[in-house]
Each structure stands twice: as structure tokens, then as C-alpha cells.
């Protein structure tokens, strides 16, 4: 079974820039959760989507959006992008909504700098 | 406001050795815990968990022990080996479902 996959895998942006990262979650999972992780704030999660609708938020600015299709890829949108963006964006995929952990599969991560 | 904390960044310890990572979190509401092991340029994987009925789980050379007065949750990896080598995240999840994470452990084990 393929794993999560997200494209792209490096990303150049530069300040006020919009950009776009997708997640493909595993074959037959729902659920899609974002996640960023910088060095000194460790992983937050963003926020979560299960069939197509956005169930969890965590606490980021409204520059940061996405959004889910039907096929259950996902994709995470940030708009305006300031210096403080750049970080490594994961997204994990679990076959129930918000599942403990242990039933969440991360993929490789977009590492994104803003210049 | 980090409500998962993991103080140590980095910790060396020596083949066959116990290796010991600590997290610490703020939030009483927490009901389950996690450790992950993240390899460079991939996702975090998962490790291993713990309800907040439990004080203990293992799983082979991983066990993870929670005390819940102290707010405390630990890894310890015994014995250790070169293969550990990561950076391990410890995570909470609130009754919500919501993660929160701490800022990661990097783990060396010397040969």
C-alpha cells in the first residue's frame, strides 16, 4: 500500500506570496491532517479534514486554509506569506476521524522557506 | 502557550545503554500520549502510546511510563541502539481530539 505522499517536497517562496501544497492521503483513508513543524515550536497542528469538510482547527491565522476533495486529497493554501512561514509542513492521513495517533500515517513533509 | 514540553534537545547515550526522554505538559485534560520517531527528510512515525488510565506500556525495548500528578510522560529505550538514532516527538491528544506536540528530542546512540 502506498504511503501519504505530498508535492511538492521543497518550496521557494518569498514574502507576500500565496502558496499551495497538496497531501495525498493512503488509499482508503478519510482523514487528512496538516501539521507544522519549526524547531523551536516542535510540530502544531493545523487543522483537519474528513469527507470534505474541515472538523478541527487549531489555532493559526485565517492565511492558513485548505481544503479536501472527494477523492480525500487534501490540499493546504497560505496566503501572504511572511518570513515566519517557513517551516517543514506535514500531513498525516488516518482512516477515522481523528484518530489517537497510533492509527496516523505522516508523510514526508514540504519543506517550505520564504525568502 | 506550549502545553507539551520536551526540555532536552538532544541526548547521547551509548550502545546497550537505557536512553531516557522526558516530556512534561500542562494540560490535566490530556487522555492519551504518544511518542513518535522522526528520521530526516521523512514524517513522523508512530512508537508507542499510553492511555491516562495506565502508568505504563511496553512494547518491546520501548516503554513508556506517565505520571499523571506529576504531568510527566517518559520514553525509556532499553537496550539502545545505533538504528535509534531520530528525533523523537512526544504528543497529547485532549478529549477533543486535538494533538499537541512537544518540540522534539534528538537521540544519538554512539557505537
Known amino acids: ?115 | 502557550d506550549q502545553q507539551v514540553k520536551q526540555n532536552s534537545p538532544s541526548l547521547s547515550v551509548q550502545e546497550g545503554r537505557i536512553s531516557i526522554l522526558n516530556c512534561d505538559y500542562t494540560n490535566s485534560m490530556f487522555d492519551y500520549f504518544l511518542w513518535y520517531k522522526k528520521y530526516p527528510a521523512e514524517g513522523p512515525t508512530f512508537l508507542i502510546s499510553i492511555s491516562s488510565i495506565k502508568d505504563k506500556n511496553e512494547d518491546g525495548r520501548f516503554t513508556v511510563f506517565l505520571n499523571k500528578s506529576a504531568k510527566h510522560l517518559s520514553l525509556h529505550i532499553v537496550p539502545s541502539q545505533p538504528g535509534d538514532s531520530a528525533v523523537y516527538f512526544c504528543a497529547a491528544i485532549t478529549p477533543g481530539n486535538q494533538f499537541y506536540f512537544g518540540t522534539g528530542t534528538s537521540l544519538t546512540v554512539i557505537p
Open chain 1, 1 to 115: 500500500k502506498a504511503g501519504v505522499t505530498q508535492t511538492p517536497r521543497y518550496l521557494i517562496k518569498t514574502r507576500g506570496q500565496q502558496v499551495t501544497l497538496s497531501c495525498s492521503p493512503i488509499s482508503g483513508h478519510r482523514s487528512v491532517s496538516w501539521y507544522q513543524q519549526t524547531p523551536g515550536q516542535g510540530l502544531q497542528f493545523l487543522f483537519e479534514y474528513f469527507s470534505e469538510t474541515q472538523r478541527n482547527k487549531g489555532n493559526f491565522p485565517g492565511r492558513f486554509s485548505g481544503r479536501q476533495f472527494s477523492n480525500s486529497r487534501s490540499e493546504m493554501n497560505v496566503s501572504t506569506l511572511e518570513l515566519g512561514d517557513s517551516a517543514l509542513y506535514l500531513c498525516a492521513s488516518s482512516p477515522i476521524l481523528s484518530g489517537t495517533g497510533d492509527t496516523q500515517y505522516f508523510g514526508p513533509g514540504t519543506r517550505l522557506t520564504v525568502l
